[in-house]
C-alpha cells in the first residue's frame, strides 16, 4: 500500500470482538512513496475470520482441536469483559459428573454461550487457567483429577472440538425446548413469542439464513416462505452428548457393538421426538398465525365472489333460456293459432261448396222433377204412375247434381213423351242395376267429386276376405291392443290360396271394411253369414268330417253354439281335467243337445282360434 506524508489509514478491519483494527502512520518525513505488506500468522487470521463473517459462515466458531492449540496463544483480544468468573460455581462442581456442568458457565460464557468465537472460547480458557490453575493457587492439590481444574479442561476440550460442541449445543440446558401456546387472541404476543422462538431453533438449521418470522406488514410471498422453509426444516442437532453408554468402555468388540447400537436407538429416539416437536411449533404458529387468517378470509371472499358470480352467470343463462323458451312458446301458439285460422277458413270454404253442391242438387232434383211433371209422368196411371214416381225418387236419391243435370237436359231435349220415356227408363235402369251391385258385393254407396251413383267396389275384399274380417273382429274385440293391425294380419295369414296375387291389407283398410260393414243393412249382413255358413255345410258334406283349415269353419258368429252352451263346455272341462278316464263321454253327458263328436269338434275349433290369435299377435309384435 502506497505511503503519503501526512496521516494515512492502511488497515480499517472489524474483528470477531465487534472492535475495529487500524494501523495509523504518523507523518512521514520523506516524499517517496513507500509499499508496505503486512504478514504473519495474525494477519492471516484476522482475514480469515473477517471473510467468514461477510459471507455468513462463521466457520472459526467451530475450530477443531489442532486449530485451537496452534493459535490460541496468537490471538490478540484484549477485551476480556465478556468472561464472567464465577469461582463459586466452580467449586461446587464434581469432576465425575462432567457431563452435568454447564461448560459454558465453567468458562464464564453463559452470557454469550452458542454465539461464543472460538477466540473467545480460548481467551476465556486462558484466563481460568491462569486464575485456578493448581500451580498458581496457595493451596496443594494432591490428585489433580479430583480437582475442579479438570472441569475447565472437559469444559475447553468439549467447547474447543467442532464436532464436540455440536453435540453440547444440541443439548444445551439453556436452550427452552418447549412449545408456546396457541394465541389467537393477541398478534403482539404471537410476533414476539414465537418470533423469538423461531430465532433461538434457527440456531439448528442446516441452511443458512433462515426467513424470519416477520410481522404484520410482512407480503404474503414472505410468510409463506416462512413456513415452507419450517416445515421443510433441516436440523443439524443431534443428541451423541447424552448417549449413556461409553462404548469405549467396552471390554470386547461385541460389547462395544452393543453399546454403539444401543446408542443409535436412543439418538433416533430423541430425533423423532425433535420433528414431533419442531412439527407441532410450526403447526400451533399456522393457527396463531393472524396473517394466515387473513388470508383465509381473503381467500374465502374471492371464492364466494367467484361462486356469487358463477351464480349469477347461470341465473342470467337460466333467464335467457326462459326468455327463448317463451318466445318459443310465443311463436309456437301463432303458428298454431295461424292453422287454426286456416283449418277453421279450409272448413268455411268446405262447407260453402259443401253448401253450394246440396243447392245444386237440389236445384237439380226440383229441376229433374219438374221435366217429369211436365211430361205428366209419360200418362201413367195407377201403379204404373206411382212406380214411375218411385223410380223418379230413387234417382233423384241416387245420382250427384252432375248425372240428374244430364238426365234433365234429356228430358227437356225430347221430342216426344215415347222419346222422354225412353230417357227415363235408361236412367232408371242404370241406377237400379247400379244399386244391385252394391247390394250383392255388400258395400255401401257414397258420394264422390260432386257425382252420387259411383261405387267404390274394392277388388281385394273378395267373400273370403269378408268372412276372415267378421270372424277375426270376433276374436279380437274391442280394447285388444293393436286390434286391427292384429286383425289384418289374421286376415293376410289365413286368406284363401286362391287370393295370393291380392295386395295385402292394411289395419286402415280393415277399420274402413268393418265401418261399411257395420253401415250396411242387415241384410247384407244376413247373407255373408248365410253364404259362408253354406260353404261350411258343403265341405262337410264333401269330406265327411270338420275342415282342417279353421278359417273354412263357421265363425262365431253364425255358429250355433249359444252362450250358455259355450260356458257348459268350460265347465265341464274343468270338472273333467285332462287325464280323466273317458273324458269327453262325461263332458257330452253335460251338454244335453251336443254329442261327442260335435263338443270335440268345438273343442278343436276353439284351439285353432286360440292359435291363430297369439300368431297375429306375435307377428305384430316382431313387426313394431
Not at 448417549?243 to 457393538?257: H, I, L, V
Not at 218411385?390 to 240428374?404: H, T
Not at 273370403?464 to 294380419?489: C, D, M, T
Not at 262325461?586 to 297369439?614: G, H, Q
Request: net charge negative; with cysteine.
Amino acid at each position: 500500500m502506497e505511503i503519503f506524508p501526512g496521516v494515512t489509514r492502511l488497515l480499517a478491519i472489524t474483528a470477531g470482538n465487534g472492535r475495529e483494527v487500524t494501523t495509523v502512520f504518523r507523518e512521514w518525513a520523506g516524499s517517496r512513496p513507500w509499499c508496505v505488506e503486512a504478514a504473519g500468522a495474525a494477519y492471516q487470521e484476522l482475514l480469515r475470520r473477517h471473510y467468514s463473517l461477510l459471507n455468513g459462515n462463521d466457520d472459526s466458531d467451530n475450530l477443531d482441536d489442532d486449530d485451537t492449540s496452534s493459535s490460541s496463544d496468537e490471538v490478540d483480544d484484549d477485551d476480556e469483559s465478556y468472561v464472567i468468573f464465577n469461582d463459586d460455581y466452580l467449586m461446587k462442581l464434581d469432576p465425575v459428573d462432567w457431563k452435568d456442568q454447564d461448560h459454558y458457565r465453567v468458562l464464564g460464557l453463559h452470557n454469550l454461550r452458542h454465539s461464543a468465537t472460538s477466540s473467545q472460547i480460548r481467551k476465556a480458557h486462558r484466563l481460568h487457567v491462569l486464575r485456578h490453575h493448581p500451580d498458581k493457587r496457595d493451596e496443594d492439590v494432591n490428585e489433580f483429577d479430583d480437582d475442579y481444574f479438570s472441569c475447565i479442561t472437559r469444559a475447553f476440550e468439549i467447547l474447543g472440538s467442532k464436532s464436540k460442541r455440536h453435540a453440547y449445543d444440541s443439548v444445551d440446558p439453556a436452550f427452552d425446548d418447549s412449545v408456546p401456546d396457541i394465541c389467537k387472541d393477541d398478534p403482539e404476543k404471537f410476533y414476539r413469542v414465537y418470533g423469538e422462538t423461531f430465532l433461538n431453533n434457527a440456531r439448528f438449521s442446516s441452511k443458512r439464513n433462515p426467513p424470519p418470522l416477520g410481522d404484520d406488514r410482512s407480503t404474503r410471498e414472505q410468510v409463506e416462505q416462512f413456513y415452507d422453509f419450517w416445515y421443510n426444516f433441516t436440523s443439524w442437532r443431534e443428541f451423541s452428548y447424552l448417549d449413556e453408554e461409553d462404548k469405549e468402555k467396552g471390554s470386547d468388540r461385541d460389547e462395544r457393538r452393543w453399546m454403539d447400537k444401543q446408542n443409535k436407538a436412543e439418538r433416533l429416539r430423541r430425533k423423532k421426538e425433535e420433528s414431533a416437536r419442531l412439527r407441532q411449533l410450526v403447526d400451533n404458529a399456522r393457527v396463531s398465525d393472524p396473517r394466515l387468517r387473513r388470508y383465509k378470509e381473503e381467500d374465502q371472499r374471492v371464492k364466494d365472489d367467484a361462486k356469487r358470480a358463477k351464480k349469477e352467470a347461470a341465473k342470467l343463462r337460466e333467464e335467457g333460456l326462459r326468455k327463448q323458451r317463451l318466445a318459443e312458446e310465443e311463436a309456437l301458439r301463432q303458428r298454431r293459432e295461424e292453422a287454426e285460422r286456416l283449418a277453421e277458413e279450409k272448413a268455411a270454404n268446405e262447407r260453402r261448396e259443401r253448401g253450394a253442391e246440396r243447392q245444386q242438387l237440389r236445384k237439380q232434383r226440383k229441376r229433374f222433377r219438374e221435366r217429369l211433371q211436365g211430361w205428366d209422368y209419360f200418362g201413367a196411371e195407377g201403379n204404373e204412375r206411382v212406380e214411375t214416381m218411385r223410380k223418379m225418387e230413387l234417382v233423384c236419391e241416387r245420382l250427384g247434381a252432375v248425372r240428374l243435370g244430364e238426365a234433365s237436359e234429356g228430358l227437356e231435349s225430347a221430342t216426344g213423351v215415347g222419346a222422354a220415356s225412353a230417357v227415363f227408363a235408361e236412367v232408371a235402369r242404370g241406377v237400379t242395376e247400379e244399386v244391385e251391385r252394391d247390394r250383392v258385393a255388400g258395400l255401401d254407396v257414397g258420394r264422390g267429386d260432386g257425382k252420387r251413383g259411383e261405387s267404390r267396389v274394392d277388388k281385394r275384399w273378395s267373400e273370403s276376405h269378408i268372412q276372415l274380417l267378421i270372424k277375426a273382429v270376433n276374436l279380437f274385440p274391442a280394447g285388444y291392443q293393436q286390434r286391427w293391425e292384429v286383425v289384418a294380419n289374421y286376415i293376410n295369414d289365413h286368406a284363401p290360396p286362391d287370393t295370393a296375387d291380392t295386395p295385402r291389407l292394411s289395419a286402415k283398410q280393415c277399420i274402413s271394411k268393418a265401418k261399411q260393414l257395420q253401415q250396411s243393412s242387415a241384410e247384407l249382413r244376413e247373407e255373408a253369414n248365410q253364404k259362408a255358413f253354406q260353404k261350411y255345410e258343403d265341405k262337410l258334406d264333401s269330406s265327411g268330417s270338420a275342415p282342417s283349415d279353421p278359417t273354412a269353419r263357421v265363425p262365431d258368429a253364425v255358429s250355433y253354439w249359444t252362450v250358455e252352451e259355450q260356458k257348459l263346455l268350460e265347465q265341464a272341462m274343468r270338472t273333467y281335467p285332462q287325464g280323466v278316464d273317458r273324458r269327453w263321454d262325461k263332458i257330452a253327458e253335460c251338454l244335453p243337445r251336443r254329442t261327442k263328436k260335435e263338443v270335440m269338434r268345438r273343442y278343436k275349433d276353439l284351439v285353432e282360434m286360440v292359435k291363430s290369435k297369439k300368431q297375429a299377435a306375435q307377428s305384430v309384435a316382431s313387426k313394431s
